[in-house]
């Protein structure tokens, strides 16, 4: 149980374009889903805390409008990267927790390899 | 700051062994930690978690040590085998809905 699907896995893309990651709960309501990002040999930088039919809560620095999420379902929560730059090229995770498991344990997607040319 | 930072980067151990990650954490505040496991180019997997009111716990063939006097908790793995080969990520909370991942330790098991 817990799974946690993250779709693609990976993309190469122009710069100057947007690019859509999906994260989704297959076997459990998430209650909240949270979106990393994680520089090679580093640890996971928190983004974005997202519930579902809400806002996002982006962390200091991270920039909203860069980044879109939309969590329109208890499954389902969607990272925009929009007008990407190379700059932007990183692995980006997504993970899900919900309140009828153990409370605080984050379930983890495999991760979206971006790539900006 | 808080932090949770950990003390070696790397970890070498020969297949068969005992292998001990440490993860040090400077909130104190903090009454919940979990171990995950990071293979290359994958996310990060639970392994096992505790919370403040024990000093440890066993899970299958790994432990998890909690240490609050020192701020410090560690995760032993026994009889290393290669497919433990990974970075290991210590991450605390502290009643909220977010974790803090150290900053990983990786894991390397040779035969």
């Known amino acids: 149980g817990a799974v946690v699907s993250q779709h693609p896995s990976r993309v190469i893309c122009k710069s100057g374009t947007s690019v859509k990651i999906e994260c989704r709960s297959l076997d459990f309501q998430a209650t909240t889903m949270f979106w990393y990002r994680q520089f090679p040999k580093k640890s996971l930088m928190l983004m974005a805390t997202s519930n579902e039919g809400s806002k996002a809560t982006y962390e200091q620095g991270v920039e909203k409008d860069k980044f879109l999420i939309n969590h329109a379902s208890l499954t389902l929560s969607t990272l925009t990267v929009t007008s990407a730059h190379p700059e932007d090229s990183s692995f980006y995770i997504c993970s899900a927790r919900t309140d009828r498991l153990a409370k605080n344990i984050q379930y983890f997607g495999a991760g979206t390899r971006l790539s900006v040319l | 700051g808080e932090s949770v930072g950990l003390h070696l980067p790397t970890l070498s151990v020969q297949e068969g062994d005992n292998s001990i990650i440490n993860c040090a954490y400077s909130n104190s505040a903090s009454d919940y930690f979990i171990w995950y496991k990071q293979e290359s180019g994958k996310g990060p997997q639970f392994i096992i978690d505790?919370?403040?009111?024990?000093d440890k716990r066993q899970g299958q063939r790994v432990t998890v040590l909690l240490n609050k006097t020192v701020k410090h908790l560690s995760l032993q793995i026994a009889a290393t085998q290669p497919g433990d080969s990974a970075v290991y990520f210590c991450a605390e909370n502290m009643d909220t809905d977010k974790l803090i991942f150290g900053t990983g330790t990786r894991l390397q098991v040779f035969p």
């Open positions: 505790i919370r403040s009111n024990m």
